[in-house]
């Protein structure tokens, strides 16, 4: 037993101070803004160079929304592909002296297999017409688990022919890391996309709500911040974080109320096979009708209204902002911790004054899968037009089988006419 246990210690009991230094990120600001900004102090410098930059993402983000959703769905792919390279890139550079085989290839092969995986779910269950009317997929579509599988499982082989005596550990570490990269980004990434089929304003509130919490407790920070929050962002404080929840609650009330009155935004996202392009025409749900309710007894004294007219959705943006704010920045916070752990004060320079690309998403992940997990369990009901596409699917016998039986169950309840019965 003592033997064992300094075996352990021996191969698994390292502190930090053994995970070498990774190089700093080089500071990416344009020159221009760097000699506009030189009289300023470092902390103000920071400040409009964040803010500069800010806008810019945020106008850039406002015109990929005008080009469509389907726009919005190769920018979340380039962003998953992005997060995914600078997580990666910070165990190579880590472990880079080893000199492990095989490590970037085999890394990039298994993200392409997990996409391959997760988008031909996607592909099946709402391009369905369209994949009926090609041959050559509907052999994709109906192998595609095994296919994926194939694929992974070589990349599997690959990664037990690749182990090198002496590095053992370490390449199951790196093999390890590399699929809890995947969780993070990819399965998030796919949840994203998931919501924004369900209607753009189940995408636009949730993210924008980050990102207004993200600006409003950096505001209220600056200005206001005195008490530290958590030791693992020492620069967060109990200002800002309770000026950006109450900025949140409000922008997501005011918002919502803007985006429930379009149908570009609440109607769900459908392929047209007809048009061969993404429709979001409806009648818009009950979520996002007008309705009218009673104003709590104790707000009609300060508010002097009995009732107030509101989108029912509203409500709901209540919850998504509630979280954005409070369990979000937790987000934030698990990613801070692991820059810690490295040595690293940010992910990448991609962005001046920002980081990388995974800086300004680490909350964003968290958001994505409360907003599916939210869809799931309070708003989705069965979906007609997408069983439909499934049942179109199905050889002409199959077809048949159906309608007997839906004929069948709905003569017995009686729905059918008397007429219709024979």
């Known amino acids: 037993e003592v033997d064992l246990e300094e075996r352990l210690r021996e191969l698994d009991l390292k502190s930090d101070s053994d995970i070498p230094d990774v190089p700093p990120p080089t500071d990416s600001t344009p020159e221009i803004l760097k000699r506009a900004l030189s ?46 390279h600078e997580i990666i890139t910070i165990g190579y550079r880590v472990y880079h002296s080893y000199d492990l085989p095989w490590f970037r290839s085999l890394s990039w092969y298994f993200l392409l297999c997990v996409n391959y995986f997760f988008y031909g779910e996607t ?52 093999f390890a890391w590399t699929h809890v ?82 149908q570009y935004f609440v109607c769900p996202v459908e392929y047209s096979s007809e048009t061969n392009r993404f429709v979001t025409e409806c009648e818009p749900s009950e979520l996002f009708q007008m309705k009218k309710y009673s104003v709590p007894p104790l707000l009609q004294a300060v508010l002097g209204w009995e009732t107030v007219n509101m989108y029912p959705f509203q409500m709901h943006s209540f919850a998504l902002s509630t979280f954005a704010s409070l369990i979000g920045p937790f987000g934030g916070f698990f990613a801070s911790g692991f820059k810690r752990a490295f040595k690293i004060k940010d992910f990448a320079d991609t962005i001046p004054g920002h980081g990388g690309i995974m800086d300004r998403f680490d909350c964003q992940y968290l958001m994505a899968t409360f907003v ?51």
């Not at 929304?65 to 998953?80: A, C, H, N, R, T």
């Not at 089988?401 to 017995?412: A, M, N, R, W």
């Open 39 to 84: 009289g300023l102090s470092a902390r103000w410098k920071n400040w409009w160079i964040r803010g500069i930059l800010s806008l810019a993402m945020i106008s850039g983000f406002f015109l990929i929304i005008y080009l469509g959703s389907f726009m919005l769905m190769l920018l979340v792919l380039s962003i998953q592909v992005k997060c995914y």
């Open 123 to 174: 592909i099946a269950d709402y391009f369905a017409t369209f994949v009926q009317r090609r041959e050559q997929l509907q052999f994709l579509i109906r192998y595609h688990r095994f296919i994926s599988f194939a694929l992974y499982l070589t990349g599997f082989c690959m990664f037990v022919l690749s182990l090198v005596k002496k590095h053992y550990r370490l390449q199951f570490y790196m």
């Open 181 to 262: 990269t995947l969780l993070i980004t990819v399965t998030q990434s796919h949840l994203v996309i998931q919501n924004l089929f369900e209607g753009m304003i189940w995408f636009l509130v949730p993210i924008s709500s980050v990102i207004c919490n993200d600006i409003t407790a950096y505001i209220f920070g600056f200005f206001f911040g005195r008490t530290p929050l958590i030791k693992l962002s020492p620069k967060k404080t109990w200002e800002g974080f309770i000026g950006g929840f109450f900025s949140t609650v409000v922008f997501g009330f005011i918002f919502s109320y803007f985006l429930a009155q379009h």
């Open 372 to 422: 599916h997990v939210y869809i799931t369990s309070f708003i989705r009901g069965p979906n007609p037009s997408k069983l439909l596409k499934q049942l179109l699917i199905l050889q002409p016998e199959q077809q048949l089988s159906v309608y007997k039986t839906l004929k069948s169950h709905l003569v017995e309840k009686g729905i059918l006419q008397p007429s219709l019965r024979g």
